[in-house]
């Protein structure tokens, strides 16, 4: 039999394959996975809610469903928007299985073979994975404290015409932990209304700021119509639910809905039921507030002991929320090689290389601190500190 074309573009995940050399070592440390606290997971007041839905609506939870999504739960994610300065009606909103479904969902919406995707460089790994069965080319726009490089994009936009899509993650960025600053937000807007092009922006951990003022999102600075959010309840509330959303323009919402049939009819009636209930019954700032205390503390911990324990030579990011922080060696420092010496004292992070749409940077390192106990990162952290002190 004959294999499509698509599938020799297509890469394993960095993250997944890390993660099978940790699960084959009991024990191990993990600061590989992008994976909320355990402890945070609120198991019990799920039990609660799910025997209710059960008991009181059964039928209608393990039946099929619509495929734009729950409707009670639509009608949350439009107040959800409201609260963040984004006019919105049920008619903007696409419920989908994860935010992951909706990048995916957006690759299939704007680009053909051989089109341009533009990103942050590095990117999230699960959208670079979601772009390429679409055989794509990548240009990665380097970032600094305040995002994007514009200048970068407005000379790439010069030369390419066959960009179709935007795709960044400006709130406490998978992988680098940076956010966009408000500047560079509405410059962004300028310059893709100067060249007709859609803003895919994607907003997982924009609940999760430890410190200093919210940012607008794009969307609401967005006067065009031009900006696709992207949101998820995977980091503020249960991961494995799989419950995120789309919000935009109406005439893009119907395309979405269409493709949301194709792939997989709906998403789970049970889970949005789940998380829909949580909010009737929950109040969900409190448990994002329970959320940003418990990895404040461990984003502390984890840069302090960074600080003190590896080389000087290190370089680290500062962020200011969400679940991660990027760490860059000297330059011919190889990463991967350091993860099969890291693994042997049981400790895993990612190599950041696989981050970068067009390759190269193998000396970087991506750290999450929101998975491991504080003692898990005392410990795990101190043995990276000694290794790499050992290595360069």
Same mark, same amino acid.
């Given at each position: 039999?004959k294999?499509?074309?698509?599938l020799s573009?297509?890469k394993?995940?960095? /993250? ?5 050399q940790?699960?084959?070592?009991p024990?191990?440390?993990?600061f590989?996975a992008?994976?909320?606290s355990?402890?945070l997971?609120?198991v *019990?007041? @799920?039990?609660?809610i ?5 008991k009181k609506?059964?039928a209608i939870?393990l039946?099929?469903g619509p495929t734009?999504g729950?409707?009670p739960l639509i009608?949350?994610?439009?107040? /959800?928007?409201?609260?963040?300065n @984004? ?6 909103i696409?419920?989908?299985?994860g935010?992951?479904q909706?990048?995916?969902f957006?690759a299939?919406m %704007?680009?053909?073979k051989?089109?341009?995707v533009?990103t942050e460089?590095?990117?999230?790994l699960?959208?670079?994975a979601? %772009?390429?069965? %679409?055989e794509?080319? %990548?240009?990665?726009?380097?970032v600094?404290?305040?995002?994007m490089k514009?200048?970068? =994009?407005e000379? @790439?936009? *010069?030369?390419d015409?066959n960009?179709k899509? /935007?795709?960044v993650?400006p ?9 966009w600053s408000?500047e560079?937000?509405?410059?962004? =807007? ?5 060249y007709? +092009? ?8 924009g ?10 999102? /794009? ?5 065009e119509?031009?900006?696709i959010?992207?949101g998820s309840?995977s980091?503020?509330f ?11 323009d109406k005439n =893009?919402?119907n395309?979405?809905?269409i493709m949301?049939?194709g792939?997989d009819l ?8 789940q998380?829909d209930e949580?909010l009737n ?6 448990q994002i507030k329970?959320i940003i ?5 461990k984003?502390d911990?984890?840069?302090?002991l960074?600080d ?5 030579t @290190?370089?680290?990011?500062d962020p200011k929320?969400?679940m ?8 011919g #420092?190889?990463?991967?090689?350091l993860?099969?010496?890291?693994l042997?004292?049981? #400790?895993?992070?990612?190599p950041?290389?696989?981050f ?6 193998e000396?970087?390192?991506r750290?999450?601190y929101?998975n491991?106990s ?5 410990e795990?952290?101190?043995? =990276?500190? *000694? +290794? ?5």
């Amino acid at each position: 039999m004959k294999l499509s074309t698509r599938l020799s573009v297509m890469k394993p995940s960095a /993250i997944r394959e890390t993660g099978k050399q940790i699960a084959a070592r009991p024990g191990c440390m993990s600061f590989a996975a992008g994976l909320p606290s355990p402890q945070l997971i609120p198991v *019990e007041k @799920v039990r609660k809610i799910t025997d209710k839905i059960l008991k009181k609506k059964g039928a209608i939870a393990l039946q099929y469903g619509p495929t734009k999504g729950h409707e009670p739960l639509i009608e949350k994610i439009v107040k /959800i928007m409201e609260e963040k300065n @984004v006019t919105a009606t049920r008619e903007n909103i696409q419920i989908t299985t994860g935010s992951q479904q909706a990048i995916f969902f957006s690759a299939m919406m %704007f680009v053909n073979k051989g089109d341009t995707v533009i990103t942050e460089n590095p990117s999230y790994l699960g959208a670079l994975a979601a %772009f390429r069965p %679409f055989e794509c080319n %990548f240009k990665g726009i380097d970032v600094d404290e305040d995002g994007m490089k514009l200048d970068e =994009l407005e000379a @790439v936009l *010069e030369k390419d015409n066959n960009v179709k899509m /935007i795709y960044v993650v400006p709130n406490f960025s998978n992988p680098t932990g940076r956010t966009w600053s408000l500047e560079r937000r509405k410059k962004l =807007l300028e310059i893709a209304g100067e060249y007709d +092009l859609p803003i895919v922006e994607d907003n997982p951990y924009g609940e999760i700021r430890f410190e200093g003022e919210d940012i607008p999102t /794009i969307k609401a600075l967005d006067k065009e119509n031009r900006v696709i959010y992207l949101g998820s309840f995977s980091k503020i509330f249960c991961a494995g639910l799989r419950v995120g959303w789309i919000c935009a323009d109406k005439n =893009l919402i119907n395309k979405y809905e269409i493709m949301k049939q194709g792939a997989d009819l709906q998403s789970n009636q049970l889970a949005q039921m789940q998380v829909d209930e949580f909010l009737n019954e929950y109040d969900m700032e409190e448990q994002i507030k329970e959320i940003i205390k418990v990895y404040k503390v461990k984003r502390d911990l984890m840069c302090r002991l960074i600080d003190e324990k590896f080389p000087k030579t @290190v370089k680290r990011t500062d962020p200011k929320g969400g679940m991660f922080l990027w760490i860059e060696f000297p330059n011919g #420092v190889d990463a991967s090689k350091l993860l099969q010496k890291a693994l042997e004292l049981n #400790v895993g992070f990612v190599p950041g290389g696989p981050f970068y749409p067009n390759g190269g940077h193998e000396n970087t390192v991506r750290l999450n601190y929101s998975n491991m106990s504080q003692e898990q990162i005392v410990e795990g952290i101190g043995l =990276l500190g *000694e +290794l790499f002190s050992r290595e360069f």
